[in-house]
């Protein structure tokens, strides 16, 4: 079936303004998450949902970073007052959690590419 | 608290040239292993998840391993298009949240 998705793939914003980024899961898949990569780094993580919950928003980075899920689908990651420093890749995954270890495997979308001028 | 460790953090070989990339961790309670290759610019793509140690999985010219203290990413006979960053991580029985190490740059020469 179809992967995870990101949309959009990149977007360029000015310092200040509000961002939207979204993710679509793969079907099924009761777990997402997301993570932040900056340039040459790796994976840093800010928010798991379960669900439509978030036992662990833990890696949001600061009050300016929100997410929210609806349902077992689409998420949405809001970044407010947009900041250089926010300048990243922002990756999102989904797994479909069980009593099973095999379905603990985290499957990545694309990715978006936020630049803050 | 977790930890994973990446070595090296670069290495660059010779087409067919063969070599091997360590993930060694130390958490408690592992509840599985997970390989992922990245090429640039795009999303980490899962190759294998290894659960128990003496665990082996192959998938063309790559085998991952795994002991009770690290896991290996051998890989056979390497191609200029295996070249990618390699990411390990993992996740223990107490969260769902894996934790990923750093990733080795592999660039194989023509």
């Known amino acids: 079936g179809a992967g995870v998705s990101q949309s959009p793939s990149n977007k360029v914003t000015e310092k200040g303004k509000d961002v939207e980024l979204r993710c679509d899961p793969i079907?099924?898949?009761?777990?997402l998450y997301w993570y932040r990569q900056r340039l040459g780094q790796g994976l840093e993580f800010l928010i798991y949902?379960?669900?439509?919950?978030?036992?662990?928003k833990s890696g949001l980075p600061s009050d300016r970073f929100s997410a929210e899920r609806t349902g077992e689908s689409v998420s949405t990651l809001t970044i407010q007052r947009t900041q250089q420093e926010d300048s990243a890749v922002y990756l999102c995954?989904?797994?479909?959690?069980?009593?099973?270890?095999?379905?603990?495997?985290?499957?990545f979308g694309p990715g978006t590419r936020l630049t803050v001028l | 608290e977790d930890q994973v460790t990446q070595s090296p953090e670069a290495l660059r070989l010779q087409e067919g040239e063969s070599s091997s990339l360590n993930c060694s961790y130390t958490?408690?309670?592992?509840?599985?292993l997970f390989w992922y290759r990245q090429d640039p610019g795009k999303g980490p793509e899962f190759l294998f998840t290894?659960?128990?140690a003496g665990e082996e999985k192959e998938k063309e010219r790559l085998k991952a391993t795994l002991t009770k203290k690290e896991s290996f990413l051998h890989i056979t006979a390497p191609k200029p298009e295996d070249s990618a960053t390699y990411l390990c991580?993992?996740?223990?029985?107490?969260?769902?949240?894996?934790?990923f190490g750093r990733g080795t740059s592999l660039i194989v020469h023509p």
């Open positions: 949902f379960q669900g439509n919950s978030a036992p662990d």
């Open positions: 991580a993992v996740q223990t029985g107490g969260s769902y949240i894996p934790t």
């Open positions: 995954a989904s797994s479909s959690h069980g009593t099973s270890g095999a379905s603990d495997t985290q499957y």
């Open positions: 290894l659960y128990s």
């Open positions: 958490v408690s309670g592992l509840r599985g």
């Open positions: 079907s099924g898949h009761t777990a």
